[in-house]
């Protein structure tokens, strides 16, 4: 079984979405599963610099300070229910994410899963920059990955067609939200379901194949 996850690495739902997918696929034996995470853009006309997260919330939800802080507590509620921890007063940037979603797509298949999730750390608990070149090095560091290697691969664009590829493919899709999830290039979830609701979908699946 084949599971694309179509995500941005500033949507808090993707990375809720994508925890309770694991959940359920620690807990599903009935044949192996690749994960592939595909790259998809929220805003990307985002600037390189990124732009300050609140005005960016305020304008996109329509909505004023109070009724943010809100929506915020819902995610950070929601993320605690999934065992996932969110802090919304550290994060002041909203980058632009194209170069995350290029690392990612040159990291090596077995780091890409930990790369992932240590990107929404950061962004999520730590509040860091992931828009900035030298914040994403420095966590693929941290898991073990050569640093100066992947700098090379970033500037030499690698990965970037790949990148452009998933993006023009949600596209064409009409992929209009994230997470999306397309199981066996044929099946189609979206939103963050429930680990109970994945496990219910994979089963089904796996037994009509």
């Known amino acids: 079984m084949i599971i694309e996850i179509f995500q941005d690495v500033v949507c808090p739902w993707c990375r809720i979405g994508k925890k309770n997918l694991m959940d359920a696929l620690a807990e599903f034996t009935a044949e192996p599963v690749e994960v592939h995470y595909r790259a998809y853009q929220l805003d990307p006309s985002t600037p390189e610099e990124g732009s300050p997260f609140r005005d960016v919330m305020v304008k996109k939800m329509r909505a004023d300070e109070d009724r943010l802080n809100g929506m915020l507590q819902q995610v950070t509620d929601a993320g605690k229910a999934s065992g996932l921890h969110f802090d919304f007063s550290k ?22 899963k930990e790369l992932v999730d240590a990107i929404f750390q950061a962004y999520f ?22 640093r100066s290697q992947l700098a090379a691969s970033l500037l030499a ?3 970037l067609e790949a990148v452009e590829g998933d993006l023009a493919f949600a596209s064409q899709a009409g992929v209009t939200g994230v997470p999306f999830f397309v199981i066996n290039g044929k099946y189609a979830l979206t939103g963050a379901q429930p ?10 699946i796996s037994e009509e194949s």
């Open 125 to 146: 608990e730590d509040g860091k920059d992931i828009g900035q070149v030298d914040v994403l090095l420095e966590l693929a560091e941290q898991l073990g990955l050569n």
């Open 157 to 159: 664009k690698e990965g």
């Open 91 to 112: 994060v002041e940037k909203m980058p632009n994410t194209l170069k995350a979603h290029q690392l990612i797509a040159i990291a090596p298949t077995e780091n890409k």
């Open 195 to 204: 680990s109970a609701t994945f496990s219910q979908v994979l089963q089904q």
